[in-house]
């Protein structure tokens, strides 16, 4: 009659010929389910954004570290190319760790396969002529007592007698309490200016 469609309940009330009937609002007894429903599309709509949220920063996040890769490896390459047209390798040796790194280029400069790694000092000084390997011992003990910057020059005498003129840097890195831990250095074969 009004419009209202209702649930309907008949129940016989207990030891008597009466019955009573009740009826209840569709939309009121549908309300809190309504509710639910719009809670729970309000939060899968909040995921759903979020979702898109963090792939998109995601997204972002791969394509600026793949564009810093990318240009780390070209200004690598350029850097390989400078080395190899300026006849320069660079080397780290860090006391610490017991450890040698030397830049393709040196190996390139020395004849010797990177797959065999750095040589050993004694490897390194049997190419040495006698006055080199002084100059060498001297300026690298006086860069880890003073920590100051050596530079030096040698000249290597390799197997098949060809002779090799070097201008060699060596920066020393400090600790906390003002040791040599480190040294980081360069060699540049001079021999075509000599």
Not at 10 to 24: C, L, W
Not at 39 to 47: D, E, H, K, S, V
Not at 63 to 71: C, G, L, M, P
């Amino acid at each position: 009659i009004d419009g209202i469609r209702r649930f309907i309940a008949h129940r016989r009330v207990g030891g008597h010929q009466i019955f009573v009937t009740s009826g209840v609002g569709r939309e009121d007894v549908l309300a809190p389910l309504r509710k639910r429903h719009r809670a729970y599309f309000a939060g899968a709509a909040l995921l759903t954004l979020g979702t898109l949220a963090f792939a998109a920063l995601l997204i972002a996040t791969l394509y600026r570290r793949q564009k810093a890769a990318s240009e780390i490896a070209e200004a690598n390459e350029r850097l390989h190319e400078a080395q190899r047209i300026g006849q320069i390798g660079d080397w780290v040796y860090d006391m610490e760790k017991g450890f040698t790194h030397w830049s393709d280029q040196l190996y390139a400069m020395n004849r010797r396969d990177p797959s065999r790694g750095p040589p050993s000092y004694a490897e390194m000084a049997a190419h040495l002529e006698e006055p080199s390997r002084r100059t060498i011992e001297r300026a690298i003990a006086l860069a880890i007592r003073t920590g100051e910057k050596q530079e030096y020059q040698m000249t290597v005498r390799f197997p098949n007698g060809v002779v090799s003129h070097r201008q060699t840097v060596a920066v020393p890195s400090l600790d906390s309490t003002g040791q040599v831990v480190r040294l980081d250095g360069t060699d540049q074969d001079l021999s075509g200016r000599k």
